[in-house]
């Protein structure tokens, strides 16, 4: 029996030293994609294609010959972009990476089609160390009908990190310049772009994020933004942020209206001056649109600050039913530890999705995927419970 028991033991400990190196090896993988040069299959007379991407993992080798490891399943799909060739798609996607493991997944293209069968644009398959390993971790694969897929990896930032630290701001336009033709009126939005630090040099920017279209408005106010400060700025209050404003284009041709850079700390130190100042009509926390030397009007910070998230856990001791309570307390006695966490602030590619009508609502990058059973405690040892709750301010 004592020998048995060893081996057991022994073979349980190896399963966990087994598991501690496996865990060792994994790390959560963030993936954005952008095409060029698609082949348009809209048809004669129809236009150009609205491109969307579907990201599929690719079943492990282990599961195909043994039945073992990961299935094949759907990562997700990307938002649709319409009239366009050379797509930036904003959504993300998440997966866990083994780096002791080949890890491979499909990214096929498709043209939406609103009155019948989308049309496929091709498919490319790639490795997620081939991606790592390259340079800036950003591989090109082309399409057999034409075309190139681009992938970009990146570490992707801790879950907790992602859904506590926030940043909320608004803009507003003043005086934008009219772009649109001597009978028109623009219809503007803007996308914010991160800085993308690569190896090797070949740094670049990325879009994050794309508000939506105000149609014929020269001093639009826009809906108010929330992104992650790590998918804005890697946590950086101080790096450089790009916001771009378009003139939106049912083409997909959309015309610049100019730039601007700034950081979260700078965002939230205009919109302080901005209110501060509000009841004397000055507008301290303006940018000023440039494209080149041009001026294309000003763009007001209406607000900018943290979202913080507090968490509040309450511990609560009480006696055993069969345990005297202590002299002179009629009652058990109770502990209450309130832990609460907080928060810090630090401040986030290509055209929005045209239709008929172009979109009124904003694109958010966006995704995403036996022990031994435990003695029972003894008699003496109180039960515990524990009570959560978050509040988001």
């Not at 048995?4 to 190896?14: D, V």
């Not at 797509?87 to 998440?94: A, K, Q, R």
């Not at 859904?163 to 701001?169: G, L, N, P, R, V």
């Amino acid at each position: 029996i004592t020998t048995i028991t060893s081996i057991i033991m022994s073979n349980n400990n190896n399963d966990n030293n087994n598991n501690n190196k496996n865990n060792n090896n994994t790390e959560r993988i963030q993936l954005s994609l952008y095409a060029q040069n698609l082949k348009n299959v809209a048809g004669l007379f129809k236009g150009t294609s609205d491109p969307y991407a579907v990201v599929t993992q690719i079943a492990s080798l282990s599961h195909l010959n043994n039945n073992n490891g990961e299935k094949p399943h759907i990562l997700g799909k990307t938002e649709v972009i319409k009239n366009t060739l050379s797509p930036h798609w904003v959504t993300m996607f998440d997966l866990e990476y083994d780096f002791a493991k080949e890890l491979k997944i499909n990214v096929g293209v498709y043209d939406e089609i609103r009155k019948g069968d989308n049309k496929s644009m091709g498919s490319v398959i790639f490795e997620i160390g081939d991606i790592l390993g390259s340079r800036g971790n950003i591989k090109a694969k082309r399409l057999k009908n034409g075309g190139t897929i681009f992938c970009r990896a990146r570490k992707a930032p801790p879950k907790e990190v992602t859904a506590a630290a926030t940043f909320e701001f608004q803009l507003k336009g003043m005086k934008l310049k009219n772009v649109d033709g001597l009978f028109g009126k623009s219809d503007p939005f803007f996308e914010v772009s991160k800085y993308i630090h690569a190896a090797g040099g070949s740094n670049a920017w990325q879009v994050v994020y794309r508000s939506e279209v105000i149609q014929n408005n020269l001093n639009p106010t826009w809906k108010s933004v929330q992104i992650s400060f790590d998918d804005l700025c890697h946590s950086n209050h101080d790096e450089s942020i790009r916001i771009t404003v378009k003139d939106w284009e049912k083409s997909g041709k959309h015309t610049p209206m100019g730039h601007f850079e700034t950081t979260v700390n700078e965002m939230i130190i205009m919109s302080t001056n901005n209110n501060n100042n509000n009841n004397n009509n000055k507008t301290t926390g303006g940018y000023t649109l440039k494209r080149g030397v041009k001026q294309f009007g000003q763009i007001l910070v209406v607000n900018a600050s943290a979202i913080t998230t507090t968490t509040t856990t309450t511990t609560t001791t009480e006696a055993p039913a069969d345990t005297a309570p202590p002299p002179a307390v009629a009652a058990p006695s109770a502990t209450a530890t309130t832990t609460a966490a907080a928060a810090t602030v630090v401040p986030l590619p290509p055209p929005p999705p045209p239709e008929e009508q172009p979109p009124t609502s904003p694109t958010k990058f966006g995704i995403s995927t036996v022990g031994l059973v435990p003695m029972a405690p003894p008699l003496a040892v109180p039960p515990t419970t524990t009570t959560t709750t978050t509040t988001t301010t």
